[in-house]
């Protein structure tokens, strides 16, 4: 059985179904989640991390875990070696930890990639670069005025699929040989916020304008639900990148044996969205 952490997220969902496309039996674990959340055929079981002793049950008689820690579990000092603790004692033996690209930059710390290593389970890393799907945040905005505003208008970074995310966590949890890798994951190009917008409006048929923000308007918006010194890390990140946050990474490919998907084909796959 292989155990899903974040089930009902962006990654999570589409990791679920691939398993169970697979034929895998699987548990679906959520803090908020019910049997209309999960494919036919799927477990579910509501839990928090900041709770380790009730992910214990859901852990019962699995082999593989997919493990993400959320913001909010951060944000309230979430204790991730009492979970790691948790599952080392249910006998699972093999994690994929969904972690990031900054760790690989320096940008991000590494101590959730270190924790998981310590415990002495089959790891494997993936390290995504920001998704495709963060554009959900212009959704109202296009809904309503067909228009997107973000800062940094020319500024390209691959954006990933959460699919492809989902794609290879599927294959790391299930098949061998992937135990000790740490796969970055970006899309086939780097795509800046006035391409995105003109994505979007090609899937929708129509316009969306795009304007840009300086630094201090976004960092405005961004303080509304963000702590300061992320803000500012993100800001930094996204208006002066560095190269090898630039980076096409061919991990996808390499996992999936297929290009990794692009910035327009998951906004027409999306583009319910922002109607």
């Not at 994929?96 to 320096?106: E, I, P």
């Not at 699929?161 to 098949?175: G, H, K, M, Y």
């Amino acid at each position: 059985m292989i155990v899903v952490t974040g089930a009902t997220g962006n990654v999570g969902r589409p990791l679920v179904r691939a398993l169970v496309d697979a034929g895998e039996q699987v548990t679906a674990v959520s803090r908020r989640i019910s049997a209309r959340d999960v494919p036919a055929g799927a477990r579910h079981h509501q839990s928090d991390l900041t709770e380790p002793e009730r992910l214990a049950p859901a852990l019962d008689g699995a082999g593989a875990l997919f493990l993400l820690t959320s913001g909010d579990f951060m944000a309230a000092g979430g204790d991730l070696g009492a979970v790691l603790d948790v599952v080392r004692d249910s006998g699972v033996r093999r994690v994929v930890l969904l972690s990031s690209q900054g760790v690989g930059t320096g940008d991000h710390p590494p101590f959730l990639e270190e924790a998981v290593k310590a415990t002495g389970l089959e790891w494997t890393m993936l390290r995504p670069g920001g998704f495709h799907s963060n554009t959900l945040q212009w959704a109202d905005m296009v809904r309503t005025r067909r228009e997107v505003a973000a800062p940094f208008g020319d500024v390209a970074l691959p954006t990933v699929d959460p699919a492809d995310i989902a794609e290879v966590a599927a294959v790391a949890l299930r098949e061998p040989g992937h135990y000790g890798e740490v796969y970055e994951l970006t899309g086939p190009a780097p795509v800046s916020p006035r391409q995105q917008a003109a994505a979007i409006g090609e899937a929708l048929g129509e316009e969306v304008r795009f304007v840009e923000l300086s630094r201090a308007e976004a960092r405005e918006r961004m303080l509304g639900f963000m702590p300061e010194p992320v803000v500012e890390s993100t800001l930094d990140m996204l208006g002066a990148p560095s190269a090898a946050l630039r980076r096409v990474s061919p991990d996808v490919e390499k996992v999936l044996g297929r290009p990794a998907r692009s910035f327009a084909e998951w906004a027409g796959r999306s583009a319910g969205a922002f109607k």
